[in-house]
């Protein structure tokens, strides 16, 4: 057991200074059973405390108790209140002996501001939590053994001297003082009761930094955490305006000292860990540590919203950190969460350290404009993406094979934030031990595959993802006339080069709207519109979302809009092409107001105009009545792709490539000719007959072969399906067979 010499000059450790402090404010207990000795006779104590006067003066008399002492032999008794003034002289000459060591008491005081009263309330309802001795005489004092806690009455009697101390100390213990505000005294009871009988009790993280222990509080560490990564601003995606900008911030410390406590910053932009890192470079600056409090996962805790801000706050000011609060965002997506936000900003308001928050959206709610200082993140750009790719395969010493190509496609092909950048490598990493677990070598097929893990996953409530297949080729796999296909080809270029043609060719701001891509897909079902899609997406190796109208529409007022600004949103993020079929149902021609419904179904249409004009990625609409598209949308859809049904030598040619080759086929190219001939089908129809065929020959015994036959009871079956009869005049030497095995197969079987 260490032991310490009250002589000494100096404190030499926490635990001495706060050993001492204690003892102290344990002479105020002390006194105050003197003060129970002299108020109730030992009769009436025995008779319901059973204490005798022997015991209460061995337990007031005791001079040298401490808490800690309780572990230790028993020290002298004195009797004396002026001792503890005296002890509070000794104590005060030691702490200004004392700059350099961590006296947790001391720092506490400073940060929070407290007043010796406030210090030494602080202590007294610290002692329970000590030892169960406490608890017993706190028991005795209260005349109530349960109650083990001090009561706000009782802290006031044993500091008080006077009545003017009364009142000054009955203000201090209020529920919005400092002590209660800060949680560092926790008053329990309801608000109406009488505040002298509510109990007080230390929160428990106090407790612990007091004595040295630098735990997160377990309710705020679920969704709080200290960042502690090395960041250099150099090496951040940022403009050179930004860097600047985070670079001077720490110099306010020397420039303007008075400013640094209200700084506050406003991060925006589609990369929360960028920002982040951002703050980082800023509180190494100052000196401090950074604490990223996670708003978004904070939205299902069970903790209470104004109690997790104050824990969060708390931690940072007992660290002697700076938080950001990051995901703020989400908060305003649900109308019952967005009051959070101003709950936030009103608590950051007092708070005497700097503090950021990041909250994406630049054109987000935001409750005050203040002395917030904005600061936009924007995506990095083409030249940004290649050189975090190139920074990355370097690093390797293996690297992807013809890193260059490799490197420029991917950059374009995926407008990914530095932080998915960084995702994405390590999951193409993770991608390759799958491939062989002794050796990561990453390919382009990894990389591709990684991107595009990093589309947003909330996409998937309003739309069905559509996973590339790097097999498909335009013009292989589509067959239309050739002025379609060049205008197909016009967009595949387009949609390869959008993202980098503003900078390449130096257009400016002043073509700030329709950065994106946007595409009209007219033809009759059937026709190709879907493959056409899917082929395009599939050679820039992204995901193609085709939206789900049946959730985005909503029969409630505002939320189509509302659910079509999250798919915009999150797409913008997810870096994938979105297409919409059927999109005349909800990109349809505006029209005069008669009714009220009518009147939000324009405004609906409004906001889309909007929307797809500011959306920086690619949307492909689909529809068969081209007429029914807004004049409005039509200015905004810079391609527009005619699929007619295909003549003869087109379906020739989609027979060809639909149809099972080698020794599964069994036509002969004189059949493929007359079929194509004699049906007027579209790629979609000739698709389902050929995947009748196949069951079918799948269904009989021998090889799995299709055979004319096959594809002539497929394409009667196709007839029914559309309502239309089997003739003899289209069917010609087909007939038969599409009567015998579909048509009629009972009267073909009696004939027999």
């Known amino acids: 057991m260490t032991w310490f010499k009250r002589g000494d000059a100096r404190y030499e450790s926490n635990e001495e200074h706060l050993r001492e402090e204690l003892e102290r404010v344990a002479g105020l207990l002390r006194a105050q059973l003197f003060r129970f000795q002299s108020a109730d006779p030992e009769p009436h104590r025995e008779r319901f405390w059973h204490l005798t006067d022997e015991y209460l003066e061995s337990l007031g008399g005791d001079d040298e108790h401490s808490p800690l002492a309780l572990f230790e032999p028993a020290a002298e008794e004195q009797r004396l209140i002026e001792w503890v003034s005296t002890r509070r002289k000794e104590i005060d000459a030691r702490l200004a002996a004392t700059p350099n060591c961590d006296l947790r008491l001391k720092r506490l005081a400073t940060e929070f501001q407290l007043s010796s009263e406030e210090t030494d309330t602080l202590l007294v309802a610290l002692l329970p939590s000590l030892h169960s001795r406490y608890r017993r005489w706190f028991g005795v004092l209260q005349y109530d053994a349960a109650r083990c806690q001090a009561t706000v009455g009782l802290i006031i009697e044993m ?53 040295g222990v630098d735990e997160m509080d377990a309710r705020a560490a679920t969704n709080a955490q200290w960042f502690d990564e090395p960041v250099q601003l150099s090496a951040l995606p940022l403009s050179s305006e930004n860097a600047i900008r985070l670079e001077m911030l720490p110099n306010l410390r020397a420039a303007e000292p008075g400013l640094l406590p209200r700084l506050r910053i406003r991060f925006t932009g589609p990369d929360r860990r960028l920002a982040v890192q951002a703050m980082s470079t800023v509180v190494t600056g100052l000196h401090q540590r950074l604490l990223v409090i996670d ?16 824990l969060v706050l708390r931690e940072a000011r007992l660290a002697g950190g700076i938080p950001i609060f990051t995901g703020v965002s989400r908060l305003l997506e649900l109308p019952e969460h967005r009051h959070w936000l101003d709950q936030l900003i009103n608590r950051l308001a007092d708070f005497p350290h700097p503090a950021a928050i990041e909250m994406g959206d630049p054109e987000g709610y935001w409750p005050t404009a203040g002395d917030w200082i904005p600061f936009h993140l924007e995506a990095p750009t083409l030249e940004m993406r290649e050189r975090l790719w190139t920074q990355l395969m370097e690093s390797e010493p293996n690297s992807v094979a013809e890193m260059r190509r490799v490197v420029r496609t991917i950059a374009r092909s995926f407008q990914l934030t530095g932080s998915q950048i960084g995702d994405a490598w390590r999951a193409a990493h993770g991608l390759a031990r799958r491939r062989n677990v002794f050796i990561d070598l990453v390919d382009e097929n990894d ?3 990684a991107c595009r893990q990093q589309s947003a996953e909330r996409l998937v409530a309003f739309a069905q993802r559509i996973e590339p297949r790097r097999d498909l080729k335009l013009e292989r796999d589509i067959v239309l006339p050739p002025a379609s296909m060049r205008l197909l080809g016009e967009l595949r270029a387009r949609i390869r080069n959008y993202r980098r043609v503003h900078s390449a060719m130096e257009l400016g ?99 889309l105009l909007q929307r797809i004009e500011e959306y920086s990625g690619v949307v492909i609409l689909a529809t068969n009545l081209r007429q029914n598209i807004d004049e409005a949308f039509a200015r905004r859809i810079h391609m527009v792709v005619e699929f007619t049904p295909p003549d003869a030598a087109s379906r020739r040619a989609i027979w060809e490539r639909l149809l099972p080759t080698g020794e599964h086929r069994s036509v002969s190219p004189e059949d493929l000719d007359e079929f194509a001939q004699r049906f007027d089908f579209t790629g979609g129809d000739i698709r389902n007959v050929v995947l009748d065929a196949c069951y079918r020959a799948l269904a009989e015994e021998g090889d799995a072969s299709v055979t004319t036959r096959h594809l002539a009871a497929s394409t009667a079956r196709e007839f029914q399906k559309a309502g239309r009869p089997v003739m003899h005049g289209e069917f010609g030497r087909f007939y038969e067979w599409a009567m015998q095995d579909v048509v009629a197969p009972a009267n073909a079987a009696s004939s027999r």
């Open 295 to 310: 708003c978004e996962s904070a939205s299902t805790t069970r903790l209470s919203w104004r109690l997790l801000v104050d």
């Open 159 to 211: 500091l008080a001297n006077s009545a003017e101390d009364m009142a000054r100390l009955f203000a201090r213990l209020m529920p919005g003082s400092t002590l209660a505000a800060g949680r560092l005294l926790v008053l329990t009871g309801g608000e109406d009761e009488p505040l002298a009988t509510r109990s007080t009790f230390v929160d428990d993280r106090i407790t612990s930094f007091l004595f």
């Open 447 to 449: 990389l591709f595959s």
């Open 509 to 607: 701001d002043h073509m700030r709207l329709g950065r994106g891509v946007t595409a009209l897909f007219v033809g009759g079902s059937g026709t190709g519109k879907t493959m056409a899609a899917e082929v395009l997406a599939s050679e820039q190796q992204i995901d193609l979302y085709r939206i789900d109208l049946a959730a985005v529409m909503s029969k409630w007022v505002g939320e189509t809009e509302k659910n079509l600004g999250r798919i915009f949103a999150d797409a913008e993020r997810a870096n994938c092409m979105l297409f919409f079929d059927e999109a005349d149902s909800i990109f349809g021609r505006r029209g005069e107001v008669k009714e009220a419904q009518q009147h939000w179904v324009n405004l609906q249409i409004g906001y």
